[in-house]
T-cell receptor
Framework: DTGVSQDPRHKITKRGQNVTFRCDPI?????LYWYRQTLGQGPEFLTY????????KSRLLSDRFSAERPKGSFSTLEIQRTEQGDSAMYLC?????????????FGPGTRLTVL | GQQLNQSPQSMFIQEGEDVSMNCTSS?????WLWYKQDPGEGPVLLIA?????ELTSNGRLTAQFGITRKDSFLNISASIPSDVGIYFC???????????FGTGTRLQVFP
């Protein structure tokens, strides 16, 4: 049984650098979500995909952020020109689209530290 | 961003005690989910609730979907040390797929 996996688990970068994170959802799940969590807060929604289509983006997702899910399987989240305020835990979740049910299962997260 | 109100913010209890926490909102939700998060890890789904008034159990955990659809409750019976962590409620509104999370309840269990 493989759950949601994320890579890397930790990333330290210098301000201004670009970073890319990867998420592999549970294999039969067609929906994939990205959330961001800062210290002491609950996760906040960033964006989500149904198969390869990006269906919604939060206002939190500035133009420096881009997410893709090219083949409807794994997804990448790229942050360009990182800022110190981007330091957070980036969480990926997946779910299986089913009428009235939407249980989202989370991966272990990627902790980003921008120096 | 919007977050749901959870209380208490933190709890310090002795092993064997029961725990109650709640989550409230000013707006209606169609689904309530409860998660537990350990330090440095992602949230783990504990219980999902889909109908107003629904009461669902998962081992020592029991959760309820409030009748007004604006709140939810989680109870843990006979707490054990591995219950330590942060508990988050999360809600889904109708026709949306983005979870809105609560502010979290930090639970400490002393032997």
């Amino acid at each position: 049984d493989t759950g949601v996996s994320q890579d890397p688990r930790h990333k330290i970068t210098k301000r201004g650098q670009n970073v890319t994170f990867r998420c592999d959802p549970i294999s039969e799940h067609n929906r994939l979500y990205w959330y961001r969590q800062t210290l002491g807060q609950g996760p906040e929604f960033l964006t989500y995909f149904q198969n390869e289509a990006q269906l919604e983006k939060s206002r939190l997702l500035s133009d420096r952020f881009s997410a893709e899910r090219p083949k409807g399987s794994f997804s990448t989240l790229e942050i360009q020109r990182t800022e110190q305020g981007d330091s957070a835990m980036y969480l990926c979740a997946s779910s299986l689209l089913a009428e009235s049910y939407n249980e989202q299962f989370f991966g272990p997260g990627t902790r980003l530290t921008v120096l | 961003g919007q977050q749901l109100n959870q209380s208490p913010q933190s709890m310090f209890i002795q092993e064997g005690e029961d725990v109650s926490m709640n989550c409230t909102s000013s707006s209606i939700f169609n689904t309530w989910l409860w998660y537990k998060q350990d330090p440095g890890e992602g949230p783990v789904l504990l219980i999902a609730l889909y109908k107003a008034g629904e009461l669902t159990s998962n081992g020592r955990l029991t959760a309820q979907f409030g009748i007004t659809r604006k709140d939810s409750f989680l109870n843990i019976s006979a707490s054990i040390p591995s219950d330590v962590g942060i508990y988050f409620c999360a809600g889904l509104r109708k026709n949306t797929d983005k979870l809105i999370f609560g502010t979290g309840t930090r639970l400490q269990v002393f032997p």
